[in-house]
C-alpha cells in the first residue's frame, strides 16, 4: 500500500530513526561525491500554491541528485484553480508521476489529494503543519548534539505550522518541548489537545518567552505572520515584540544554546540580525539538511527503501 506524509503522524519512532540514519549516510555521500541514484527513472510532481526557495529547491535537487526527475507545477497554472475535482486531479497526476509534493493552504485539500491518489503525496507547508521541515530539524539537532531526549526545546513565537508539526514530533519522540506563545496565538487547541494526550516526553506552552528559555538547549523561531496571514503583520508586530529572540533571550537560556529558524527570517523582528548570524545559530546547516532529509523521506515513500 502506498505511505503519504500528511503530517508527522503518519510516522512512527522507527521510521524517524531509519529517516535520520538515512539523511546522515546520505549527506555523508553527498559531501564524498558518491553518486546515489536510486530514483532512477521516477518522476516526481511538485505542486506549488504559496512561494517557497528551501522546500521547492532542496526536493528538486535531491530528485535530480537520486537520478529521478522532478517537475515543478505553479498550482495556478493548473486546472485546479478552474475547480477540477481535487479526486480527478489525483487519479489523473496517479499515472503520470510517482510522488507529488504539494505546498497549499488547506490541509483538508491534500488530504483529499492523497486519498484520491495511488502514488504517495507529501505535505511541503500547508496552513497547519509543515512536517518535512521539522524532521530536517531534528535531524540538525541530532548532528550537532547528538540526541534528542534530555534537551529543552523551545520554541518561541506564533503557535503556527511548524509549531504544529512539533507537537506532532512529540508524539513520536520523547521530546522535552517548551512553547512559548502570546495569548491568542497559542497551537491550535485540538491538535495540541491530542499531543498532550499522546506525548512520549513532556509539553508545555505558556505566554512568557523569558521563563521558557530558562536553561534551553534550543531556542527555535519563526516568522509572526506565517503565508497567507500577511494582513495581520501590523498587529501582530505589537503582540509578538516580547518574542523576539535577541541577545538578552539568548543570555537567560544554557551557554551552549543553539538557535534554530526555518527560514526566511525577519531580521529585526521575531530574530535579532546579531542572533541569526551569531555563533549560536546553526540556522544554514538546517536549511542544508532540508536536502538530505528530503532524499530521504523520498527513498522512502517513493522507492520504499
Ligand atoms: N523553511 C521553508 O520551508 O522555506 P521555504 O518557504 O523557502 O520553502
Ligand atoms: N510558518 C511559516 C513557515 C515558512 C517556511 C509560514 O507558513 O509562512
Redo the contacts with the bound molecule.
Sequence with gaps: MKKDLLTLRDLNADDCEALFMRSFELKERHAAGIPNRTLQGKTLGLIFD?P?T??RVSFEAAMVQLGGTPLFLNAQDTQLIRNEPIADTARVLSRYVDGVVVRTYSQDLLEELASGASIPIING?T?LY?PC?VLSDLMTILEKRGKLEGLKIVWVG?G????HSWLNAATILPLNLVLACPEGYQPDEAILEAALKDMKGRIVVISDPKEAVRDADVIYT??W?????ESEHGLRKKFFKPYQVNQGLLAMADQDVMVMH???AHRGEEIAADVLEGAHSVVWDQAENKLHTHKAILEKLISGQ
Design positions: 504559496k517557497s528551501r522546500t507547508l496552513d509543515h521541515q506564533d503556527n505550522n511548524v509549531a519563526d516568522v505572520a506565517s503565508m497567507g496571514h526555518c527560514l526566511p
